[in-house]
């Protein structure tokens, strides 16, 4: 028998990653060094979940996305957010709303500003009236 990796202690450790750190099963099984399908017998087993919290059927619901970085974007990401007291997640939501809010794209890109489109009705001016009879 194999050393055992899935311990007590571990599993303890599954819910936060899921909960705060937005983990995935398949993320959390790579960083732990075992198989997925290892993980997904002995989370259920310990009655441990790994959907993310608010989640239907481990569907995130419909203002909530996946975004996948490479693995170096996702390390500066979390050195950043370990220097600052905040999940990879939270850090991730905030600067990309402030982007969205502020309308920062070209800004954070570093691109010149895209041109604004003409609106698709334009203004021609009064439309004539009809003349009426009045009697």
Known sequence: MGRRILTKAVLATIPEMVA????????IAEKLGCNIGTLKVR????KI???PPGSRR???RTDERTIR?????????QRRAAAIGKSEAALAR??????ARDDLYDAVLDIEPAPMKKPAVQNVGPLPMKKRAFG
């Open 20 to 27: 705060q750190g937005g983990m995935r099963a398949d993320d």
């Open 43 to 46: 989370c259920s087993q310990a």
């Open 49 to 51: 979940s790994l959907r």
């Open 58 to 60: 481990g569907r995130p």
């Open 69 to 77: 970085l490479s693995g170096d974007a996702l390390a500066l990401l």
């Open 94 to 99: 905030e600067l990309l709303e402030t982007i």
